[in-house]
């Protein structure tokens, strides 16, 4: 079940939300944390579109909680467990001069991009 509610989408058992700033990925930690929740991380197709739906209504790509800081090539939610679900563009990830954080493109397809970029932040609940 998808509902849309101010400034963000329920999906599931979670809300993503945004209040339409951007960040580098320790900012976007820091501020979601600090809301009580993480970087948004979808772990299914239907997750995955519903944050492509929030980014439509923003000129900027999203930063995922999605990461490979610990283990280079090993993808890990927030909590350290290894990602379930991927949707990689095509040659991705490459860790092309270094990049452990990771984008969504409005295809829904996923870039690995270095952590200091700054990406629309959108936080899970
Ligand atoms: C971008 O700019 P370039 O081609 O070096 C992108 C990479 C992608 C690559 C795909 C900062 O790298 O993450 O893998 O395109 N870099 C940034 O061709 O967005
Ligand atoms: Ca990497
Ligand atoms: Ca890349």
């Not at 945004?18 to 979808?42: F, H, M, N």
């Not at 997750?47 to 929030?54: D, M, P």
């Not at 679900?85 to 001069?97: L, R, T, V």
Request: proline share 4%; net charge negative.
């Amino acid at each position: 079940k998808v509902l849309r509610v101010p400034n963000g989408i329920m999906v599931g058992e979670k809300t993503f939300q945004t209040d339409g700033s951007r960040g580098t990925y320790e900012i976007a930690q820091s501020k979601c944390a600090q809301s009580g929740g993480v970087l948004a991380s979808p772990r299914n197709a239907l997750e995955n579109s519903a944050l492509v739906e929030i980014m439509n209504s923003h000129n900027i790509n999203v930063l995922l909680g999605i990461n490979d800081m610990q283990t280079e090539g090993t993808f890990k939610y927030p909590d350290g467990e290894i990602i379930s679900f991927a949707n990689w563009n095509a040659n991705e990830p490459n860790d092309a001069g270094g990049e452990d954080c990771v984008e969504i493109f409005g295809t829904g397809k996923w870039n690995d991009i270095p952590c200091r970029l700054e990406r629309l932040i959108v936080c899970e609940y």
